[in-house]
């Protein structure tokens, strides 16, 4: 932990309806995450960024939003703020998307203020969705959070918080560091393959190339790409494709279908094509799921990769 000043600030004006909780909520793992922590309105969070380590504090006041940046990494945090906010979310044609199916026209206006962040970093969000393959969440946050504890860095700022391991690091540390932390071998080579050519994975211009790039890791299929783009670019459609759960809950959603594959999903989402990803979050913020029948399973996420 160092500087309890800020070394870069802005203040950001979003729109009327906007909620920053509900919108920077997919940038935390938990509220335990040890690289970011939403204290009542402000979120505090910790990257590596192209010019260096920082911490990024987000406050929401008077309508207002002030970012403040600490560490070497400052002030690209606080250019970046506004993205990172939600608030270069593009919701160009949606609203007449979403009044074609009265379920997605109601969340859109219950949920009118969520935005989708965009942090333009991509290996923090690999690090997460590599761990979430194929097991809980609970599963998932404990070998995420072992990870980040093992490789402990302090983000720079007033918060005690954890930035995220160095790439180059993980791609050095044998698979077997990662056994302790509940990650088998398949997880924690897809993960060393990806650290090794993460200063590859950051040039990626835009969702598309990044989506590319990813898919070339082995190991790392379509849920995984999708999970990353969504947060790393705000991929407005990136679709999770391979999840144990979101099948069924946009089935149940759009159509009273307690049960679909992929196959129905996409159907399903198709008319909302651009904006796919946006629709899935909206049913997660408004805590939609499908019945479950059977033994009771846990949320998240039995994801393939």
């Known amino acids: 932990m160092t500087g309890t000043a800020p070394t870069a600030s802005r203040t950001l004006r979003p729109p009327p309806d ?4 509900a919108s920077i909520r997919p940038l935390t793992f938990s509220p335990y995450d040890p690289c970011a922590r939403i204290t009542g309105d402000t979120l505090w969070w910790a990257a590596r960024t192209p010019i260096g380590p920082a911490t990024l504090a987000l406050q929401s006041s ?7 940046g600490y560490g070497p990494g400052a002030g ?5 703020a506004d993205a990172i906010a939600g608030l270069r979310d593009d919701l160009t044609g949606f609203a007449d998307l979403a009044r074609s199916h009265p379920v997605v026209a109601r969340l859109a206006a219950q949920h009118a203020g ?3 962040p965009a942090t333009g970093l991509i290996f923090p969000r690999v690090l997460r969705a590599v761990f979430e393959q194929k097991v809980t969440g609970k599963e998932a946050y404990r070998a995420y959070a072992a990870t980040v504890r093992h490789f402990a860095e302090p983000a720079p700022g007033p918060v005690s918080l954890l930035l995220p391991p160095e790439p180059a690091a993980v791609a050095a540390a044998p698979y077997w560091v990662f056994h302790p932390f509940g ?5 924690a080579e897809t993960l060393r393959r990806a650290a090794a050519v993460a200063d590859r994975l950051e040039r990626s211009t835009d969702s598309s190339t990044a989506t590319r790039a990813l898919l070339a890791i082995n190991g790392i299929g379509p849920w995984t790409a999708a999970e ?3 947060v790393a670019y705000g991929d407005a459609d990136a679709v999770s494709v391979g999840d144990y759960h979101v099948p069924n809950t946009v089935a149940w959603a759009l159509a009273g279908e307690a049960r679909a594959d992929d196959a129905r999903m996409l159907e399903l989402l198709e008319p909302f ?3 796919r990803g946006r629709v899935c979050r909206l049913l997660e913020a408004a805590g939609i799921h499908a019945p479950r029948f ?3 399973m846990p949320i998240r996420s039995f994801a393939r990769y």
């Open 18 to 21: 906007y909620r920053l909780v």
């Open 62 to 68: 008077g309508g207002e939003l002030r970012a403040d």
């Open 76 to 80: 690209w945090m606080v250019e970046h």
């Open 114 to 116: 969520l935005r989708l």
């Open 183 to 187: 990650v088998e071998q398949r997880r």
């Open 228 to 230: 990353v783009v969504r």
């Open 273 to 275: 094509r651009g904006h």
């Open 294 to 296: 059977g033994p009771r």
